[in-house]
């Protein structure tokens, strides 16, 4: 009876002693901003008898304070997470739901705008003569990008609706088994789309600023509704959009990505938090709890995720069946002059005066 109650004692001790370790501060510097401290002059006591209460205490853990722990790992003085709960249910409610109504709500528009349009035709059918697009490395850096990406977003897919839609059908094992490979991959494949995205960027961002021909080819709706052909350059209006959502929406993927491949060493939302507050005057909390840091780096990764696999859609639909003559141009790298002369005119007319200019200028050399 005496060695029970010694050992009650003992545990009783070692609990008092770690939940006053605990309570230790909440403006430590990894703590939430929105940590709620142990009040002023509290003294966390309390025994089985319920002499005194803990309450205060337990309100500031639960409310998610984080207090300092000695020797291990500091992130465990965080004991209860509540924004951790409300990751969860956007995590298996909302984000779900929109992703899976953004890919079959594209999946129906363009269905329904094939229906209706039909395939885009070279109008004046296709001459015997072809013109340049892509260089080879412009091919094989595009490639890169859109085999990568497609892997990407098949493994990160799995992460979202495999256990729902996969695992009935294969059964947990294999379910398991394919989604850690999977993982390992996007892992792997990430520095692939980095790479590939940062030479994409550099050979085609000379053509993709903005020009006055880009105004005219939306006030045409880009000649897709049978308006006439506006003029273009290399990108028309629509080519552009598409490629900046890429590098944009690519750098913002990639920049959570090393965030979750490297947890709990980045800081970017909190400081974006505070860029924005002080530019539009939010109020973003500006001190993030490391695993909340992560919480919305995942949430992030997903949803541009998401949305850039929307826009990539329509853009293998318009490079593929959506277009008579565009794949070519991926392809052998050469495409039908009647094709460029519909969809990039100006671009054309470029091309064709600098090849006369270098002839001009071979001829003028004086023979030798
Ligand atoms: C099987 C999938 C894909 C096909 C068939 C395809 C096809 C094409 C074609 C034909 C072009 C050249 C259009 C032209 O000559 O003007 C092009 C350009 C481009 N592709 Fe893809 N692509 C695919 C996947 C991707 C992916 C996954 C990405 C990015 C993640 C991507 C990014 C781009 C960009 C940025 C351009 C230049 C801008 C534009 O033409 O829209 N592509 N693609």
Redesign the pocket.
Known sequence: MFLARSIQAFFLALSFLFLITVSGTGNHANAQSNSPELPAGAVPGGTTDGNSSDSELWRMIRQGGQGTVAGVNEKSGLMIQSQGEEWRQIRNGPLPAYSAMAILGILLLLSLFYAVRGRVKIEHGKSDKTIT??SLVERAS?WL???S??IL?LTGLNLIFGKDLLMPVIGASAFANLTIFGKYVHNYVGFA?MAA?FM?AVL?IKH?FPNRHDLIWFAKGGGILSMGHPPAK???A???I??WV??LC?ISISMSGWALLNPFSTTMFADTFAISNSIFGTDFPTVLAPIQEQQYQSLWHAIMAVF?IVV?IA??Y???VGMEG?????TSGE?DENWAME??SLWVEEVKSESKNLTDAGRAQPAE
């Open positions: 697009r892509f595009h990008l859109a085999s990406f497609i977003a789309f995205l994409v085609w993709n290399k990108f028309n629509g080519q552009k598409i490629f890429v590098i690519g850039m990539i853009h293998i318009i490079g593929s565009a794949l070519d141009a991926m495409v969809h990039h």
